[in-house]
């Protein structure tokens, strides 16, 4: 309290363009700044997540517009930010979220999938960052942009060579954006998904349905040499210490504080939410039973065919390994794409999901592939 009142995070006469808004990191990102108080575009190389994850803010009272266009394409965004201007007439807040959770080893990727997904990952932030940039300061918006970063940025995961290069390389790319920006007070940070667990009632309904699970159904192994080792599992909720893995719930509470003024000194900085994960001692296993977090302050009050948002998905089990990168997914926007989903890239997300290392591997913000807007496309 500050002399008889409590201090307000709001982003009110604020407008956000968040990329690769699939169903799971994108859309709760996207929500949670409607929720503070912004206008909000949702853009996705699949169009119909876009339009999806406007249904979900516009049913919880925000305002948004849908976009579509690959972050990859130059002329798709100067025209996603151009209807953004028409539309609002200013641009004060970009989450890059889209990217390509494409997963492979390296002795088994091909040059024009490692290509493809570094190129949607990194001219997606390189393109927004300055055309957003460009228009804050032609404007005198000293704004804010985030690129949404992945556990695989920062630690080395077998299965996962091209999106562990760009996710690495835009960590340092949001460290030279905030010295290029700072003199016109434009901040540029990270966020680093951990295997969130989705929590979208939309998504969660879906996957009742069809009866799967938070964590990536396992692939069968292709025909490898004779000569060929396994790398080893993953066990992404088994080792967070706090018990409790985020949500795209907690991503969208931590990047509208950021967003917003509070944060007027923050730029160049990386933030994650994971219980503990990246903190502890590589060798460390944390014991079973902890008591766990205090509870989730929602944002999504709606309810999608009987499921309410705190309802779980179907069998969730919070640490479940498993055998390959491949066989989990892990999210990035995520949103749904390959494998931060699905394997063709998405213009949406970047999301992890869940299950594999940390993010669900999929494909999400370019124009030869699926969309961004798969679940397994979330960052881990």
Not at 55 to 79: K, M, P, Q
Not at 249 to 266: K, V
Request: proline share 9%.
């Amino acid at each position: 309290m500050l002399k008889g009142f409590a201090l307000e995070i709001s982003l009110d006469g604020k407008v956000a363009l968040v990329t690769g808004a699939g169903p799971n990191i994108g859309s709760g990102i996207a929500l949670a700044l409607a929720k503070y108080g912004a206008n909000v575009a949702c853009n996705d190389l699949n169009f119909d997540a876009a339009k999806a994850a406007v249904r979900r803010i516009e049913r919880n009272g925000g305002t948004a517009l849908a976009l579509s266009g690959d972050v990859s394409v130059e002329e798709d965004v100067t025209s996603n930010i151009g209807e953004v201007l028409g539309a609002w007439g200013r641009i004060d807040i970009v989450i890059n979220n889209a990217a390509w959770l494409h997963t492979n080893h390296i002795l088994e990727e091909d040059l024009a999938s490692f290509n493809r997904a570094i190129t949607i990952a990194v001219n997606g932030n390189f393109l927004y960052t300055k055309y957003a940039a460009l228009s804050m300061i032609e404007r005198g918006i000293k704004g804010s942009i985030v690129s949404i970063l992945s556990s695989n940025a920062w630690q080395g995961a077998a299965g996962f060579i091209a999106y562990a290069t760009h996710k690495g390389a835009l960590a340092n790319f949001v460290r030279a954006a905030a010295m290029d920006l700072a003199p016109y007070g434009i901040r540029v940070n990270s966020f680093t998904p951990t295997a969130p667990r989705p929590d979208n009632p939309e998504l969660l309904a879906q996957w009742r349905a069809e009866g799967r699970t938070e964590l990536r159904p396992r692939q069968p192994k292709p025909d490898r040499p004779a000569w060929w080792r396994e790398t080893g599992t993953y066990d992404v909720r088994g080792q967070i210490p706090m018990g409790e893995p985020a949500t795209p719930t907690d991503i969208g509470h931590c990047i509208a504080w950021l967003s917003s003024d509070y944060a007027r000194l923050i730029t160049g900085c990386d933030f994650v939410i994971d219980g503990g994960a990246r903190a502890k001692y590589w060798a460390y296993t944390p014991a079973p039973g902890a008591a766990g977090p205090v509870p989730l302050i929602p944002l999504d009050i709606t309810e999608v065919e009987g499921l309410s948002p705190a309802s779980p998905a179907p069998s969730f089990t919070s640490s479940e390994p498993s055998a390959s990168p491949e066989a989990s997914f892990t999210s990035p926007e995520a949103s749904f794409t390959s494998p931060e989903s699905s394997s063709e890239p998405s213009s949406a997300s970047s999301e992890p999901s869940s299950a594999s290392p940390e993010s669900s591997p999929a494909p999400s913000s370019a124009s030869p592939a699926p969309s961004s807007s798969s679940p397994e496309a979330s960052n881990g």
